[in-house]
């Protein structure tokens, strides 16, 4: 199983940025996706989910600003961020769960290499 993100950089305040995490050696369309992202010193924090139906999770602090969608064809997952703010500046991870549609990284099952996003001030 492979998760290859990318998408990251550096971007000033304001600016938007789409992550793509593009998945092989998984059925994907059964697979709940999701990001997360861990900024230095700081624990993983969920970001978005996305269902296979297409059923939608998102932080609080993303809501409104950032967008999570999939292409089932293309086995990719993607995050649209806008307005992105300084304290968007993560490594921005992107995961798939067989089970469930979950905030929780405990229950994701394949992880990638994560990207990074700095958004300057």
């Known amino acids: 199983v492979q998760l290859q993100a990318s998408g990251g950089g550096l971007v000033q305040a304001g600016d938007s940025l789409r992550l793509s995490c593009a998945a092989s050696?998984?059925?994907?369309?059964?697979?709940?996706m999701g990001w997360f992202r861990q900024a230095p010193g700081k624990e993983r924090e969920f970001v978005a989910a996305?269902?296979?139906?297409?059923?939608?999770l998102y932080a609080d602090s993303v809501k409104g600003r950032f967008t999570i969608s999939r292409d089932n064809a293309k086995n990719t997952v993607s995050l649209q961020m806008n307005h992105l703010r300084p304290e968007d500046t993560a490594v921005y991870y992107c995961?798939?769960?067989?089970?469930?549609?979950?905030?929780?990284?405990?229950?994701?099952?394949?992880w990638g290499q994560g990207t990074q996003v700095t958004v300057s001030s």
């Open positions: 996305i269902s296979g139906g297409r059923s939608t």
């Open positions: 050696g998984i059925t994907f369309s059964r697979y709940f």
């Open positions: 995961a798939a769960d067989r089970d469930m549609l979950s905030r929780s990284p405990n229950v994701y099952d394949y």
